[in-house]
């Protein structure tokens, strides 16, 4: 299962607006369905022995993400067994670490090899607990996007640190592949998400009068063939690729009139789907579902019955962090931060507690519909809105 986190426009709204403050307007909303069957339960996960901690991906019955240390010394990436109830330290490259994503075994993240030294990407083993520096293209940094099965995609830089590309890493070999660019090696590409052996993102197009350097293109890339193919746009002159799920590539593109839209791409058919201009950022897809929004509400598009509607109750600013199945994880921002969780298929929208305080934030959200985020404690000072966040999930149960 795949996942991934997108920061999108809206996370200077977020962390404005789950910031602790007076406790102003309206109480949070109910944790509770529209349709009223389904509840969530609330759990804290603690940290790692300081006051913070948060939770960025799910797989199964782990948790992963990061948390201060005793002293709030240190940020240390962390996994959390579900079944155990127990954390773990997962360790550094040298300085600070957080962890990212999670699949099987794997826990994928960043790390500082030296306190004020660059990130590197580290990929760590939950059975043999043996943390690895995944490396780079030749020079200082690597960031990492997406992990699917036993890869790894993200950008890295090259030598010199004046060009970045994306890259694969296999997690069962330990290598790492430089996926290049539409402009050659001089080019820049970022890698933006993995499925089987196709990974997406976008290129810079060969510096020609008609194309200048900054103008990019969605590309997929084939693990196998070791082919980079060019999506095109929608009739413009950019685009980017954003995500994929099986064969379906969504981003965002310019028109041949130069509006911004949405756009899914089936790489099997070469079929071209203008999505509109609610879909203008953080594009996800599931199977048929595509999410995005449009710097205000977030809006789900199913490619089989081309329909589209709104995520929530139009209250406020909407953001999908994820999403699993018909199943969507994110953050409603009316004007403070409460976490959701949405269906696509019903509409169904339900709002996630926090742990005492007032503000919460979801991001991930796996196959079983639990959704991992984090939650304020309540307050020690009543003039606050919220006390320190703790990595939580929130585990559903059906109600009569």
Known sequence: MRMRLRAGILVGAGLLAVGAGPAHGADAPSAESAAGSVQ?????????????????????????GSSLT?????????????????????????????????????????SNPSTDGPVHGFAYNTRTRRLVDIGTLGGSSTHITDLSGDTVVGTSSLSGDTITHAFAYSLRTRTMTDLGSLAGPSGHSTAAAVSGATVVGSSSLPDTPDTPASTTHGFAYNLRTRTMTDLGTLGGSSSTANDISG?????????????????AYDLRTGTRTDL??????AQLISGSTVVGGDG??????????????????????????????????????????????????????????????RNSSATQVDRNGVVAGKAALAPADPTNANGPFHAAVWVPHTVA
């Open 40 to 64: 969530y339960t609330v759990q804290d996960l603690g940290t790692l022995g300081g006051t913070r901690s948060e939770a960025t991906a799910i797989d199964g019955n782990t948790v992963v």
């Open 70 to 110: 005793s002293g709030d010394a240190a940020e240390h990436a962390f996994a959390y067994d579900l079944r155990r109830h127990t954390m773990t330290d997962l360790g550094t490259l040298g300085g600070s670490s957080r962890a990212t994503h999670v699949e099987g075994d794997y826990v994928v993240g960043e």
């Open 247 to 263: 064969s379906t590539v969504v981003g965002q593109s310019r028109t041949a009139g130069n509006r911004l839209t949405g756009y």
């Open 276 to 281: 509109g201009s609610h879909f203008l950022t």
């Open 296 to 357: 205000m509400l977030s809006s789900s598009f199913d490619l089989t019955t081309h329909t589209s509607a709104v995520i929530g109750s139009g209250r406020g600013v909407t953001e999908v962090k994820q999403i699993t199945g018909k199943v969507m994880a994110g953050n409603n921002f009316a004007p403070n931060s409460f976490a959701f969780v949405a269906r696509a298929d019903n509409g169904d929208f339900t709002y996630l507690a926090s742990l005492g305080g």
